[in-house]
């Protein structure tokens, strides 16, 4: 027997014609009838508000407005068609059918994530970027001890050099490195007095925290700041627009998101290489507060940008394919 799927909504008189219609054709065709409301789920009725009443029947679909004898001629088809897979053995047929028959825990769970994911993701950025600011409040109130945590727990996600990280409750919310020339900032050499920063591995920046009158340190660089701060925006953008805002091109990803980052970084990173040869056609240079956050922001809301709708498209196939399975499994 196959499958049909009609999707409708209350007060739609086409959709209870073919409602009745599908019933009448039970004698001729034999089927098992799934009706879903629309309004039920969002992924419904966005693919289907303006178009039903909708019938499935197999890989056939049949869009309003249509006769009671074009609807007998689908279902036809899709009674052939499982006839010749139930024929030959099919075993794509096979294993669709049987995994169909109940629903599963993990089909519950996989609905469950589908609907929360957003939620899931936006709790984990907020608290990913806003716990590193957490280590210089501790060490404001005294709490050295949670402070090194916090310090520590992120030492493998970021390199923590001072002279590349904001400052909280200090004299400046930055102190760089004397390279990046930032006017009227007093410089991290001239506040630390660690001049030495041409080792690569730069421990005494590492290692210094402020103090009373400097402030302390995020345990986030500026650049990681403004990238998962901006993730995490976006994140709340999409979820208070309802997830509606449309994905953006690979190209303009690239373009907009990491051209401007890589530019920045990987001149600053060459140009630091102790080679005279490098050197010679690309001097020395150290990026500013303001141009690590500017294109750490921008790579993370274009990155988010280009990957939460793309999440949310495989959500939503998700969301409409358990819904559809929870409904015919349904018990009558």
């Not at 024929?87 to 089909?107: H, P």
Request: net charge positive.
């Amino acid at each position: 027997m196959i499958s049909v799927t009609l999707y409708s909504r209350d007060g739609c008189k086409l959709c209870e014609e073919a409602e009745a219609d599908l019933k009448a054709l039970q004698e001729v065709i034999p089927h098992r009838l799934t009706v879903i409301d629309i309004d039920s789920e969002q992924s419904f009725r966005d693919l289907y508000d303006l178009e039903i009443p909708v019938v499935e029947a197999g890989p056939f679909k049949l869009k309003a407005p249509f006769t009671r004898q074009e609807l007998q001629m689908t279902l036809g088809a899709a009674a052939d068609r499982r006839a010749q897979l139930e024929k030959i053995n099919d075993k794509v047929f096979q294993l669709n059918t049987s995994g169909s028959q109940a629903v599963s825990s993990s089909d519950r769970f996989s609905y469950w994530i589908s609907k929360h994911y957003l939620a899931i993701f936006n709790l984990f950025l907020v608290l990913y970027v806003g716990i590193p600011f957490l280590a210089p409040v501790f060490k404001k109130v005294g709490w050295n001890g949670p402070a090194e945590v916090v310090y520590k727990i992120y030492s493998p996600l970021c390199h923590q050099w001072a002279f590349r990280s904001f400052f909280l409750f200090g004299e400046q919310p930055y102190y760089p490195h004397a390279a990046a020339k930032v006017p009227g900032a007093l410089t991290f050499e001239q506040v630390s007095g660690i001049t030495d920063l041409n080792d690569p591995s730069r421990l005494g920046a590492r290692a210094f925290q402020g103090d009373p009158t400097l402030g302390y340190k995020v345990a986030f660089c500026e650049r990681d700041v403004a990238i998962w701060g901006a993730m995490a925006l976006f994140g709340l953008v999409f979820a208070v627009t309802r997830r509606r805002i449309p994905k953006i091109h690979w190209i303009v990803w690239i373009l907009v998101g990491l051209v401007p980052i890589g530019l920045d970084g990987f001149s600053q990173l060459f140009s630091q290489i102790p080679s005279a040869f490098i050197q010679s056609f690309l001097p020395y240079r150290e990026s500013t507060p303001f141009l690590r956050t500017l294109t750490g922001f921008i790579f993370g809301f274009m990155t988010a940008w280009f990957m939460f709708p793309l999440i949310e498209e495989t959500m939503v196939d998700t969301r409409r394919m358990l819904s559809k399975k929870f409904a015919m499994l349904k018990p009558r």
